[in-house]
């Protein structure tokens, strides 16, 4: 099967391997590329933008996030990790 060279947004989360909510979501980010117009209400993507952009991301790194270190570091200390829920006390 070949990718068409413009894409639906359907087709382009496909692409992308995301939602299309989170499509939606992406294509409002000022860096993401702007799609071409074929009609008042139709709307597609160039395939090879898509890929230069998802290849432009940046790399996921496989270490814990800096909130969890964050934590484990204050728990590690006896601090408080997170306030208390409802402003009541620990």
């Given at each position: 099967m070949t990718i068409p060279f413009l894409l639906s947004a359907q087709q382009a989360a496909e692409l992308l391997g995301?939602?299309?909510r989170t499509y939606r979501d992406l294509i409002k980010q000022p860096d993401f590329p702007a799609p071409r117009s074929l009609g008042p209400?139709?709307?597609r993507w160039v395939r090879t933008e898509l890929e230069?952009?998802?290849a432009a991301l940046p790399s996921v790194?496989?270490?814990e996030p800096p909130q969890?270190?964050?934590a484990r570091l204050a728990k590690a200390a006896g601090?408080?990790?997170a306030p208390p829920p409802f402003g009541?006390?620990?």
């Amino acid at each position: 099967m070949t990718i068409p060279f413009l894409l639906s947004a359907q087709q382009a989360a496909e692409l992308l391997g995301v939602s299309l909510r989170t499509y939606r979501d992406l294509i409002k980010q000022p860096d993401f590329p702007a799609p071409r117009s074929l009609g008042p209400r139709s709307n597609r993507w160039v395939r090879t933008e898509l890929e230069a952009y998802a290849a432009a991301l940046p790399s996921v790194r496989h270490g814990e996030p800096p909130q969890l270190s964050a934590a484990r570091l204050a728990k590690a200390a006896g601090r408080p990790v997170a306030p208390p829920p409802f402003g009541g006390q620990l």
